[in-house]
């Protein structure tokens, strides 16, 4: 089966950087993808590694290394509209396989 | 350019009543995937379809769900006799083809079972 690992809880200031780790267990998938959720509504897409390497997109970045089923989500200029939930998720053949998720909390 | 969108919103259903959850995907996108999520956890993906077909169905219940997306009208979610377990947020999302990564996701449905 397929798993993935991150932390619960990530506590910031704003304007600082967070980064968010995931760590996964898969027997294959597509690419990484990071979605944000806030307050239980609509999941939005974030970035997207189908290869190795890092991806940047505006104040977020992501990375992905294949060989140690490891990526994490990168975030700069923290600011408060950062508060949310953030998902690490595995594409498989247009299933999303989500993880537990990470709540963020972006204080003054 | 309407997004994906649900109805009803809220719904409240007794133990052994039958809950339709609605989807309409985004314009131009024929492929619709539903999730469901308890609450402080993660979404937990159980049903592709494409219009007329069930692509993947692996994450569906083997009882009381189902889920069509007919040629015409929007993808429906249905869960016959439900239970409290089934409480929970159900969403759905579309993508303009098949196998992506970026899926666009509705407000979901937040099932109430009393």
């Given at each position: 089966g397929q798993s993935l690992e991150q932390p619960s809880e990530v506590t910031a200031v704003e304007g600082a950087i967070v980064q968010i780790n995931c760590t996964y267990q898969t027997s294959g998938f597509y690419g990484l993808s990071w979605y944000q959720q806030h307050d239980g509504g609509a999941p939005t897409f974030l970035s997207y590694n189908a290869l190795d390497g890092l991806e940047e997109t505006g104040r977020f970045s992501s990375f992905l290394s294949r060989s140690d089923s490891y990526g994490y989500l990168l975030l700069q200029e923290?600011?408060?509209?950062?508060s949310a939930s953030y998902f690490c998720v595995l594409e498989e053949g247009g299933k999303l396989i989500f993880g537990q998720g990470t709540e963020l909390s972006v204080k003054p | 350019n309407a997004g994906v969108m649900q109805n009803p919103r809220h719904l409240v259903r007794r133990r052994g009543q039958e809950a339709r959850l609605r989807c309409s995907p985004m314009k131009g996108h024929s492929h619709v995937y539903w999730y469901r999520q308890l609450p402080e956890e993660g979404l937990k993906f159980m049903v592709y379809l494409q219009k007329e077909n069930i692509i993947d169905e692996s994450g569906m219940p083997k009882e009381r769900f189902s889920a069509e997306f007919p040629k015409e009208g929007p993808s429906i979610l249905r869960i016959q006799q439900v239970v409290r377990g089934d409480s929970a947020a159900y969403f759905c999302a579309s993508s303009p083809g098949e196998s992506s990564y970026e899926q666009y996701f509705g407000p979901g449905t937040r099932l109430t079972v009393t």
């Open positions: 923290l600011q408060m509209k950062d | -």
